[in-house]
């Protein structure tokens, strides 16, 4: 490795060989940018966080990726968010800005390579990115800290600290349950069902949830699992459900590891729960949080992470990926602009939609993404609504 060129970790070259999308962070407005400031202010991103300006090389010897002059200029945004999250990035690029203005509204889209980063990570950064607008459209003065171009990976901040090998399959017996709803002709694009309470609602579910112990992220899982299981009435007894859930490691390292640290933080934990029919979405969901608590004691995802390594073996079976970046504060905005909602999400081809998960303003918004060759947007929306309609029975 140099200052300016390092290889692909196995975790990195993984994202990149599984053919995931960049992690997309859009966030829309009331009001509008200006544009030289807000390139000049991506042009700055730029400098303080400089993996940004990286693009991807490949050679007989693999990936590696290589630091570049300066960020592509900020492009033009996708009308909705279904089309910004299928936008590939460009040239090889690491990450890519782009704005979507009309008369009424206007949308900032931050997308970036998922090899090298994760949906809480990019929603930062587009934070940062605001904080720098606002201070150059006001003129003021920003003190220089660029971060190193690159930052240890996962992989190697965990090297040597964790039991070898993969960890034990869970002691569930027959295949978890799929949505399978689709024609099965790839390509044929993906798919979002969208789902947003506003503050009051939200403020309702959260307090239940605290009351009975649970997260939100624990509340999904349990709503998903019984709107998934529901579709099989005439199956007796508990069927499994396998959930893959994105945890941030970050504030779980000692010391832990800087909010804005240049790589991806999350990884994924496989939590497999057994459903009956006439199962209650909060018990399903409280006994997956234990499932996921003991996933995360016994190390399961640091070890699967170094396995992978040295025995590269496909993900286990999954019914969803259900991923929740949480609740951000507004983001420090100049006169005349105001967020009215975020959202993010990835792609990855298959037969395993993601929920992806954010709290914006005090709004839940979840966003469903899913692979037309593999599911119909029919079966996804039943999905949905009855997970809609979980919630909101919380709520008086």
Request: glycine content about 8%; overall charge negative.
């Amino acid at each position: 490795m140099t200052t300016t060129e390092r290889a692909l970790t196995v975790s990195e070259t993984a994202f990149l060989l599984a053919g995931f999308g960049p992690v997309v962070v859009r966030t829309t407005f009331a009001g509008s940018f200006e544009p030289k400031v807000l390139e000049a202010a991506w042009q700055r991103l730029g400098l303080e966080y400089p993996l940004l300006r990286c693009g991807i090389l490949g050679g007989l010897d693999g990936f590696r990726l290589s630091l570049r002059n300066e960020l592509p200029e900020v492009a033009d945004g996708a009308a909705g968010f279904g089309d910004d999250i299928t936008r590939r990035l460009a040239d090889g690029a690491i990450s890519r800005l782009s704005l979507h203005e009309t008369s009424d509204a206007t949308a900032l889209t931050l997308a970036v390579d998922h090899a090298v980063s994760d949906g809480r990570l990019v929603r930062n950064l587009l934070h940062d990115l605001l904080r720098i607008y606002t201070a150059l459209s006001r003129d003021e003065t920003l003190p220089a800290a660029p971060r190193p171009v690159f930052e240890p990976s996962l992989e190697e901040l965990f090297e040597g600290q964790y039991e070898q090998g993969w960890p034990e399959p869970p002691s569930v017996l027959g295949d978890p349950l799929t949505l399978s709803g689709g024609p099965g002709k790839p390509p044929s694009g993906f798919g979002v069902h969208h789902l947003e309470f506003e503050p009051g609602p939200t403020a309702e579910i959260v307090a239940i949830a605290r009351k009975n112990g649970i997260s939100i992220t624990g509340l999904l899982c349990g709503a998903v699992s019984s709107a998934i299981r529901a579709r099989l009435p005439e199956s007796d007894g508990s069927l499994p459900v396998t959930l893959r859930v994105p945890i941030d490691f970050r504030e779980r390292l000692v010391p832990p590891l800087d909010a804005l640290a240049q790589l991806c933080g999350a990884l994924p934990c496989t939590v497999t729960v057994s459903v009956a029919a006439d199962d209650e979405p909060l018990k399903v969901g409280l006994h997956a949080t234990s499932e996921l608590r003991a996933v995360l004691e016994r190390d399961e995802p640091q070890r699967a992470l170094l396995a992978q390594r040295h025995s590269p073996a496909p993900p286990p079976p999954t019914t969803i990926v259900v991923s929740n970046i949480g609740e951000a504060g507004d983001p420090v905005l100049p006169d005349g602009l105001r967020v009215t909602g975020s959202r993010f999400a990835t792609t990855l081809n298959g037969p395993v939609p993601g929920m992806f998960v954010s709290t914006t303003s005090g709004r839940l918004t979840l966003d469903v993404v899913f692979d037309r060759a593999f599911h119909n947007a029919e079966e996804i929306a039943e999905v949905m609504a009855s997970v809609e309609a979980t919630l909101r029975a919380m709520t008086p």
